[in-house]
């Protein structure tokens, strides 16, 4: 059985930074590549970050570009979200995903079987 679990998550003001971390169990961690998602109250689950299995290939949505660092580390089975110059329009509950394989069309949510809880991130003005 698959089991993700988020970690880190909390309260910041604007312009700070908070490190989310990701741990996961159950499958070859390093095969699948791994996502970010993030919800906002009233709106869509969104990607924000993804990561290849080796971890070579990263890739980011616009709005946080230059601002998050995706990272992985496969000797512990984790992902990692470094979320710095941190945004109120950043706040939402964030999601660590494993995708169904290598990265196929990893935007897509749909191409993720596996989710944790998620873990809210609150940004102030």
């Known amino acids: 059985q698959v089991q993700l679990v988020e970690s880190g998550g909390g309260l910041v003001q604007a312009g700070g930074s908070l490190s989310l971390s990701c741990a996961a169990s159950g499958r070859t961690f390093s095969r699948y590549a791994m996502g970010w998602f993030r919800q906002a109250p009233g709106k869509e689950r969104e990607f924000v970050a993804f990561?290849?299995?080796?971890?070579?290939?990263?890739s980011y949505a616009d709005s946080v570009k230059g601002r998050f660092t995706i990272s992985r580390d496969n000797a512990k089975n984790s992902v990692y979200l470094q979320m710095n110059s941190l945004k109120p329009e950043d706040t939402a509950v964030y999601y660590c995903?494993?995708?169904?394989?290598?990265?196929?069309?990893?935007?897509?949510?749909?191409?993720?079987?596996?989710w944790g809880q998620g873990t809210q991130v609150t940004v102030s003005s």
């Open positions: 990561i290849s299995g080796s971890g070579d290939s990263t």
């Open positions: 995903a494993s995708h169904r394989d290598s990265g196929l069309y990893f935007r897509n949510r749909a191409m993720y079987p596996y």
